[in-house]
Structures are given as structure tokens and as C-alpha cells.
């Protein structure tokens, strides 16, 4: 005991005697970085004199590997360093995203870079600090020297070691999927509730169950490995004494996604990035660095919802013309499919096909095949009707009839239509209404399968008109053994999104990895999924607190295509779907207002909307690129409120999506411009409303307002309001 | 005992009752299918009444995994058939090859087809057998069906039972490479001699020992994974009765490379298929085959080398325009820097290189990057001057700096020059000569880089007049994990020949898989090293008897890009390299007759052959494509004479390699058209030379021979001789 404490101490005068320290601009975060006797880095991070991140080790573990230059097999880059320099810089930039949630973005920190020298291996690294005032980002860089040229990563090690036993909203980590059931727990549940279900896996579900879709930790996906004691990231946690915290990279680019392995301590995450098919995390040539780790903190839940750190942490746009990247708003030929009342594949006449050698004119159709030419152009005609700007069509280009988990490598071609999708009349039919076609490109994960079709494909899309393709990741990778988190496929979707750019071409890419704030670099990835999105409710449900819970998680890397808009949420009024969705009707209109992204889907079916034409104009209004966003109300898994200003234009449109608690808003109008007179459209939950037996009991109301004025509005459980606020001429 | 005999003449009696025989159409070879008590297939093959493969199992076992199809999880392909049909044929038919040994190839045979079911798994394969009078094929069929669709192969388990402790010409099995030493023992030695170099690996060898890479069975190369008890193919042996027996594979496509453990017995060897990342073997989809496992035999070694059985185990042509594909004879920009003397790589400056961040102008020189423009010219002259067709170039192209060994992904681009290295010009100089340029593709194995490059290579090949490349495969394979010979990378190394037959490219793949005949299907595949080449004269050296092996073993499969016709044999006579190539000069120049290829290269450099431009006019000379081919004198590992008459002339070439024994042949030359005479140019070995002493003491006569005629001849050990008759007019 007595030992203990006197090293502690030693250790702490040591960490003094080296402690380099930093501050955000308006001085609420402050960030101490220090050396240990051994030479290990540390840094600790406080926010106004409270602890965010306890003193936590820096460094990364590597592989002793033949292919790693020399040196690199003998030493790790974990301890024996000494501080060789440290530079600080003030920085204060404000600058134009191509869409976004405001109309600028303010990029203001102060940085602290440490270059780290191993005397012995005669290798430098540096760690390089930027603290906000809304957080901090880290990353490690290795420049290029003699004696540090190419090295393999075991396992980066970075720890985030948490104060108190916080409140997290989490999901499991997972090497092949973000589709999870987001948790909600104490930090010290989280390692007995995934090993719980980890012991469950495989297990049969009762039929119908909500256990399996709606609730389990893990489950048997198409693709899944999940990890024990590990959770993804972002990852938002709540301190008792009420501190935001998220922790989540940005800028990640030729290095494995990283998730957290929570230690026996309950208290200290550890990074744990995905292997590749050898195992090894990272193969790495210098001049390099990791991506930013980063921590985001306030005392206010808003700030969460608001920071730019992310996006601010990577580098500028790298595209020269972005003048053909816009905001787009899309119907599609997709939730009939997922709901089970049509199919993707065309015949059901074989029990497998391979693409090449099946005669398409001549195969038998099922009758089921939703993507043929009477279907879409419905779907056309709709998004004409109603301002849409573009028609996704799933299923519409040969082998679906075996496309899934199978591992099978040459699955699509991604240029041959079915024989009914007549590709060229309904472009043709599509432009002469103002609408384009939205492309559909499902890999199955033959990743090199895509990039070999790659050129064709989008050539093929230049050649018809469609600017914008979804793409898709179900299904175990190939190159088999590999993972969807890896660097090699991280540069895989990279590659993708850089060649489309080269066609002008916006990418949407699901099941992909989660998005580091790369849009800002890249800004024709418009969207991703790498989330459980709005299909799930059709497989057994989300829950009402879902989408309350994404903004602050999955949404800090970028947005995300969550294809909101089901306004008929219980699938068994016109189909033999069992399941219903956990909103109520008005709960699904917010969603286009507190999930921001430039790409939004009406998902429904025109039919359905049909139905409810009164509350489907407010998907027509609502706008999906902004001026202005104010974040008025928030709490995780609790409540989001936003108002938005819409770009170039003084119309507002404010959202509010509650859990299954409900929530009541007194929502000051002072954000509005002084003098001008709004009209104001509420839709509402009716006062009996429920998402589960009452969906649909909604309300639309329409006033005047003004600067100043306070509405009293009121979400029913699993619902919210969505208010458009058009000035009046 | 009495009940192992009992079961003993159970079995007998069973497969007598299930038997199936089948005759080649000579009948010198016969095979017989049965099946055993437990419904496992076997077969057994004779030659003349003698035992070739003992009665020996046929099957897969398949891996229990979930993307397999119901039913697959539960049952191997191995046991519990019944025979529901049998089938034979008899096919007789005569093809001319795009280029070739002969003008034209007889393809007869007598095909039983075997088609058996498993009841209990609803599930039928096909096994086919194909009965040459020199030998036989066999493959597993697949056929589609609704209980096998798809499955993963654990392993294959097709026996090859030896009826005694044959010879055997072998080398170690290996995932990854085959450049290793041949050995030469008995079968009963292999297990043995594998291990104890296995126990070896990583040692250091004395420096410059000729143990390490003249006679080790295994070593550590740039990419080597051995396998123990494990040899590869095409294996030759030798019964102690005189029986010459070869085992091999046609037509591998879209499967696995096929290796051979042997086991304990020393007689029996098992299908060992090379796997991908994973640890499987193949991923299929049902219709499928395997490919064909050869056996080729007969009294006379002779017959080994002239045997067609596996390009007539191929598939026809694929192509319908071979009008571009050309032998061809060339030299290159690349044994010099092999030797040592100048470099691949155009600067030192980098201790690393990203080649799309280095300002390539401004890097500076080293002074002996070889392919630069000034030299490349020199070559061109040497090439135009002596009816040579193309010039290779190595180490024409950016990233030579850091190429090798570091598992780097982005290595090459394959279409930027260094900037000493004039394209245009050199390819507009070249053309006005009557000249090619050969392009190289070094992707150091980063298989999915050069894919995403292969379009831009071949198309900027198509610009420049380029009609042949070499490609090479140094290193561990990208995608990370995988091997050089399974599926995955089959299907690499074929999509680059299909892809460049697009562009009308001939393609010599080093490094890649051995081959299998591919060449009859796919002719623009012109040569492959994979194999021990002449580059190793310049490592520590290759035995004597190394290329009187070769053709019994690698060379079954197709040509090999050997690169022969070094005549300045010691190699300190003109560089630092203290190695020596195990010919002399004249045995090198016979090695463009023994070794057939439509592709050969004159390997020195035009200053030594300046040297020896007496001896050179044989390779000026010497044909590369052939009427007809007979083979005169064969014994593995000791002499080979053969006599090939040029394509659409009169002319023939006779060569004779012998092993470091030399050898004495008596020639009748009873193959020349009667009635007419030839001018006969005799290169011979001088009285004393020798491969190691005395290697240059060469003899050139001439004199006038006709049909009938006996020419006595002696090869000096290591030596050979190399004859050139001409028609007189």
C-alpha cells in the first residue's frame, strides 16, 4: 500500500515536469499532455475544471512483421519516448460547406503538436492536439525518416478513460455492421450485456419475437462479427452530473475503423480497430497519421447536436467543381420490396443463375418484379407530381435471384437491365417530367466484383442521365476474410467515391463504413446508411427512442439515409408485413427536420400517400439543405427540437421527434426575423396519438406568427411535430 | 485377422460388381471406377497390364458454413454414392493450334462419365474419365440441381495410389511460389528431406553457399509458404520397372492450384488445393467443374514430353480473332540489373516513395537506372540488327524505389515513364526499325491495384504500338492473406488474359500460377515463368540437370518465358556477380530447341554477344513456332534431344541439353524429307569444356547431310549441342 502511493506520486511530479498544456479559445476545455517515467504519452482532458478524460496512455502496438522496415519488428510505439518539440498554433478559419446544416462553418481552435522521439529506435512520431471549444480532436502522424518507413499496426492504443459511471448510448462492435438495436445503459453494464447476448447467438428468436429485431445486443445478420466488451463509435455518453461526452473519429482514410473495447474497469475505453483477412489492423507507410480521435463535451445536450468538430477536423473539399453536387429529395421503388410484397429478382425459375450464361428474354417471370417499366413509371409520375427530384429503382439490373449471402463473387454486372425495365424510355420519360432516375448499385460486398464493373457502371450512368447512385455493402466481403471496417475496404469505398466523382456522381453508400465527416473533403458523398435505418421496421421494429438517439451518434460523422416518411406505419392495412413502425404518422414528418441530410426519400408508396395527401405536403415543403439550424431542445434518447432556416430563403421549418414518453415543447419563436410575419402550418399529434394503437390520429393547424411568439406544442409518445414557417409576402 | 480378411474379399468382391472399365484407344492404357462398400469412388489405372495408380479414393469434403446451400452443411462429397448412369464416348479429332510444337494436334480418346448419386442428400456429381493412349484426365461435375447449388470445398480428396517407391523430379509444395531447386529422390525421401529444411527456414546460409540456393528444398523468399509432406505439379516419376509416370492438372479455372501430399505409406499421394485468406479451398457454384487431374504414362520418356493430353484436355479456342498473336523472339533491359550492374529504380533520394507525391522531374538520379532512353535505343539497335522482335523493358515506369517486400498496395501505376525514359520517342524509334517495345507490369503482387489500373495500362499499351506484355507477381499477395494459386487469384490472373485479349495483347505472367494448358483456350497466353528461371544463375546458380527436368515437369503445362542464351556464363568476367550460369555457352544455345516456347529471349547483353556473334547466329537464327517436333533421346534429369522443323519452312533445328554428365548421342536423321539436302551448322561443346571450368570452348561446323544420314555427337557435362539445317536450294 505504502509502495502504491509512492509511486503514484512519483508520477504525478513526473507528469508535471513534463505536462505541456492547451486550452479551446474561450477556455472552457482545457488538454494536458504528459510523459510517464517509462516515456508513455498521456493526455487527460477537462471541460470548465471537470473531468472529461482521466489521464489515458497514447500509442500504438505493433506487429512483428517481415514486411515492416527495420527496426519497426523490435519496438512498439508505446513507451521510451521523450518530448523532442511542441509547437502551438491558434487557429480561426470560417468556411462554406457545398450543403450543410448553416450556411458557414466556423473552424476555431487552438493546437498543441508534441513530436515524440524514441532515442533508442531513432524514431519520431508526433501527436498533434486541436482543442475546441466544444471538444478536442488527437491523431498521431508519422513522418517519413530512415529508420520509420513502413510499419504493420497490431492494435492502436489510445485510451479515453471516463470519469464516473456515465449513462451511454451504444451499440455492439461489430467488424461487418452498424444495424444494431442502439442500447441504452451504464458504462458498467455494457460488457455482461453483450457477453449475454453473445452466448445467445444463433439461437432461434420465438417467430415474431420483438426480442430478436427490436431489442437483442447481437443477433446472426447477414454479415456480423461482433466483439466482446467492445462498443462502436460515435458513441454518446451522459456523466451524472450531467456532461455530454462523444467519442468518434474523424477523417479516417487508409486506416481500419476504430471502435472501443471498454476494460474490466468499466471506466476506460480502448481503441480496437478492425482487422483485416490477416488479422493485422493497419499497413502503413510514412509520411502518414491516424485519423482524429475526438471527444465532444458540453454541459448543454444542443451542443452535441450542433458541433462542427468533425467536420471541421478534416481537410477542405478536394473536388475543383461542385457546381452538379445538390440537395435531393427521392421517391422509390424500394419499400414494397422490403415490406415483401414485390421482389427485386425478375424470375424465380432457377435455383441459382450465374449472370452470364442465363438467356433473361427467355426466363420465366415471377410476377412479382417491381422494377419494370409500368411500376416505375408510376413512381415517375408521382415525383413529378409532387416535386420530388429523382426515382431510386431497386432491382433493376440482372441477378437478384441469388445476389445474398452466399459469397458469391461475380453477382452483378451493374450495367444489364431486366427485360422489363426498359432503361432507355424511362430516362427518356423520367427527364421530359424533370425528374432523373437515382441509381442502384447492390455489390454484396464483391467488393472486387465492383471495382472491376466500376468505369462501365458509371460511364453507363453518365451515358442515361443519373446522377446519383445508392450503393450497397450486404453480405460478407469479398475479398473473402476481409471486413467492412477495414482499411483495405475504408479505401474501398474511398476509391469508389473518388472515381464517381470524376463522373459527376453523388454517392450514397449503405452498409458501407460509418461516415467520419469525409463530405466535407468529398462532398458527393451525400449519404450513408451504416445504421439501423427505416427497413427495420418492416423486420421486427425499432425502438420509439431511436431516432432520438442517431443525431447524437451515428449522425456526427455525416448523414445519414434513413428514408423517413412511412405514413401508413402499420404494414398489415395493405400487405401481409406483421410489423409496424414505432412512430406515429406526424412523428415520421420531423424526422425530415431533426435527421439532417442533404438526401431525403419519401419512403412510402404513392398509394399510401394518396392517403394522407393533407399531412404528405409538409414532405413536399420541407426543405433538405439550410442557411441556419438552432437546435432549441435535446436530450439523448429522450426528445430532439430544430429549427431550421432553409438556404437562400427566409422560410423556417422546425421538427420535433420524442421517445415513447412523449414530450411537451413551449418553443420560443426568437429566432425568426424582426418585422416579418410568418405563416405557420402545424402538424401535430392528435391528442390520443400513439405510435403503437394511434399512429394516425394527427392534426394540422395553420396561424400566423412572429419574432417573439411562444407555441405550446405537444409530441405523443413515439411521435413529434413538424412546423412550416413560410414569411408572408 | 481373419475378419480384416473377410472384409477384404467383401470389398473385392463389391467392386467387381460395381466396376466400370474403360480402354485408351490403343489399348495400352486402362482404367477401372468402382465403388466401395461405403459408396466411396475410386479408380485404378494401368499401363500395358502394369499397375500406374492403384486403386485409390475419389471425393471433396465440403466446410460447414452458412453460405452454403441446405444440405451442403450436413454431407461430404466423399462417401454414400450409388452409380445411377454411366456413360462412354469415343472422340477422334485433329486441331491446329494457334502456335504450337506441331502444325496440328490429335485430341482421341474414350470418355466414361460416371454419374453418381447420394440418395440420402438428393445430390448427383458427375466424375469423367478421358483414357488417351498416353494417359488419362478425370474431373469432378457439378451439375445445377436443387440440393447443390452452392459449396465451400474443405478440401479435395482425389488419390494417386503408386504401385512402388518410384524416382520422383519434385519440388516442395508451396502456395506461393515454385521457384525452387527440382530435387531427385525417391519417393520414400520426400517426407523427410521437406521437414528437414522446413526445420531449416531462416537460418542464415554461409554467404555465397551454394547450399541455400542451388540444392535447398526450401528457403526464405520474397513469398514462400511450404507445405510439409507437400510437393507440387506436375510431378514427374519414374518406376523401378521403367514406367514413366506424370502427375498434373488441365484447365484449372476458377479453382484452386492443385498440390500433392504425400502420405505415410510414401506411395499415396492426396489433392492438396492452395487457400485463400479464409483457410477454404473453393467457393462454388453449381454448374462447376473441377479441373482435370492428369496422369500421364508410358514406357518411353520420350513420350512424356511429346504427350498433348493436357492442352487436349482444354477447351478450344475462346477467341474469335487470333490473327495478332505472334511467336516471338526478343531481348530486354533486364540482365544487367539481375546481374547486379544497373538498377530498376531511377533515385536513391526516398528511403520510401508515394509515386503520386514525388515531383518526378526534380527527383535526383542515380546514376544506373538502366531502361533510359539512350540505352533502350542501344538495345533497339541490337534487336533491329539481329532480326530480334521486341525489346522489354524493365523498370521503365515510376515506383521502382520501394517495390518489393512491403505488402504495399499502391506500388505502380503502370503508366507513368521515369523521366529519363522517352515512351514516345522510344516507341516511335523502335517501330521505324521493324521493332516493338515489350511492356513490363511488375504489380508486386498487389493483384486489386493492378485491376484498377488495367484498363489505363493496356489502353496506353494500345497507344504506343505495344503488343506483349510481361507481368510479374514478386511478394505476398494484395488482397492481403491470399496465395498466389488459389481460386481467387486464378480468377486474377485469367481476367488480366481475357481483358487483354479485349485489347489484343499477348501476356507472359510471372510469378503467376503454373499452367495448365490454358493456352489452347486462351492463346494470346504466350509464356509464364512460374518456375526456377535463368535469373537464378545470377542467385548462387541452378543445378546442371535443371532444364533436362523442366520440360518433363513445368513445361507440361505450357511454355516457360525460361529467358536463355546467356553466353558470357561467368559472370565476374563483366560485373560484381560472383555467380556462374551451370551451361556452357553452347548448352544455352540448345535450350532454344529443348525448351519450347513461341516466346524466347535473348538474354545477354548485345556487348556479349558481341563476343560471340559467331555463336549468336544460332539464336539469330533459330525458330520460335513448328511444323512438327520430334523427340529423339529423353531421359528425366539426364539428356533431352529433339528435332523441330520451323514453321510453314523446310528447316530444322535440333537440340540436345544434357546434365552434368554430359552425354553422347548418335542421331539419325531419318526425319529430313528424302531427297533433299541441308546445309547442317553444328554447335558443339569443345573436347574440354565444362559447364563450371571451361564453359566458352565451342566448335562451329558446317557440313551437307540428307535423310538417313548419322550424326555422332557429344554433349560436355552441363553442355549440349544445337544444330541448324538449312534446305539447299
Known sequence: MKKAFFLLVACLIFIDAQAQKIQSPNGNVALQFALTDKGEPTYQLQFKGRDVVRTSHLGLELARDRHASKGMAETDLLDGFVVKDTKTLTFDETWTPVWGETRTIRNHYNEL??????????????????????????????????????????????????????????????????????????????????????????????????????????????????????????????????????????????????????????????????????????????????????????????????????????????????????????????????????????????????????????????????????????????????????????????????????????????????????????????????????????????????????EKAYTLMNRYGYDAVKSGYVGDIIPRGDHHYSQSMNNHYLYCIKEAAKHHIMVNAHEAVRPTGLCRTYPNLVGNESARGTEYEAFGGSKPDHTVILPFTRLQGGPMDYTPGILETQLNTWSDNTSY????????????????????????????????????????????????????????????????????????????????NGHRSMLKLDFLDKGKKYECTIYADGKTAHYKDNPKDYTITKRTVKQGDVLRLTAAPGGGYAIALKVKK
Open 113 to 454: 503538436a508534441v513530436t515524440l522521439q524514441q532515442p533508442q529506435a531513432n524514431r519520431e512520431i508526433i501527436i498533434r492536439f486541436r482543442v475546441y471549444d466544444d471538444g478536442m480532436g488527437l491523431r498521431y502522424e508519422f513522418p517519413q525518416q530512415q529508420d520509420l518507413n513502413y510499419f504493420i499496426i497490431k492494435e492502436e492504443k489510445t485510451e479515453f478513460q471516463m470519469a464516473d459511471d456515465h449513462m451511454a448510448w451504444w451499440i455492439t462492435g461489430d467488424y461487418d455492421t452498424q444495424e444494431y438495436p442502439i442500447q441504452t445503459s451504464r458504462l458498467s453494464e455494457i460488457r455482461d450485456r453483450i457477453h449475454r447476448d453473445m452466448l445467445k447467438r444463433g439461437q432461434k428468436y420465438p417467430e415474431g419475437s420483438e426480442e430478436r429485431m427490436y431489442s437483442a445486443v447481437v443477433w446472426d445478420n447477414a454479415s456480423m462479427n461482433p466483439v466482446e466488451s467492445t462498443v462502436q463509435t460515435s458513441l454518446q455518453m451522459k456523466s451524472p452530473d450531467g456532461l455530454y461526452i462523444n467519442l468518434h473519429e474523424a477523417a479516417c482514410i487508409d486506416y481500419a475503423t476504430m471502435h472501443l473495447t471498454l476494460g474490466s474497469d468499466n471506466r476506460t475505453f480502448t481503441s480496437h480497430l478492425t482487422p483485416d483477412a490477416t488479422g493485422m489492423k493497419g499497413y502503413m507507410q510514412t509520411p502518414c497519421q491516424s485519423p482524429w480521435r475526438t471527444v465532444i463535451v458540453s454541459d448543454d445536450a444542443r451542443d452535441m447536436l450542433s458541433s462542427n468538430l468533425i467536420l471541421n477536423l478534416n481537410e477542405p473539399c478536394a473536388l475543383d467543381d461542385t457546381s452538379w453536387i445538390h440537395p435531393t429529395k427521392y421517391c422509390g421503388v424500394w419499400w414494397e420490396m422490403i415490406v415483401g410484397r414485390s421482389s427485386w429478382n425478375y424470375t424465380d425459375e432457377f435455383p441459382s443463375v450465374k449472370i452470364d450464361q442465363i438467356d433473361w428474354q427467355k426466363a420465366k417471370p415471377n410476377g412479382r418484379h417491381a422494377a419494370n417499366t409500368a411500376t416505375v413509371k408510376r413512381y415517375i409520375d408521382f415525383a413529378a407530381e409532387n416535386g420530388l427530384d429523382q426515382v431510386l429503382v431497386e432491382g433493376w439490373n440482372i441477378g437478384w435471384e441469388d445476389w445474398a449471402n452466399r459469397w458469391k463473387q461475380d453477382v452483378f454486372d451493374f450495367v444489364t437491365p431486366y427485360p422489363d425495365f426498359d432503361i432507355a424510355e424511362l430516362n427518356r420519360y423520367a427527364h421530359s417530367k424533370g425528374v432523373k432516375l437515382m441509381m442502384h448499385h447492390e455489390t454484396s460486398s464483391a467488393a472486387n466484383n465492383y471495382e472491376r464493373h466500376l
Open 581 to 660: 413502425v414505432r412512430s406515429t404518422l406526424v412523428g415520421q414528418l420531423a424526422l425530415y427536420v431533426t435527421m439532417y441530410s442533404p438526401l431525403q426519400m419519401a419512403a412510402d408508396l404513392p398509394e399510401n400517400y394518396a392517403k394522407y395527401m393533407d399531412a404528405f405536403q409538409f414532405i413536399r415543403d420541407v426543405a433538405c439543405d439550410w442557411d441556419d439550424s438552432r437546435y432549441l431542445e435535446a436530450e439523448p434518447g429522450d426528445y430532439i427540437t430544430v429549427a431550421r432556416k432553409a438556404k437562400n430563403s427566409d422560410n423556417w421549418f422546425i421538427g420535433c421527434k420524442a421517445d415513447e
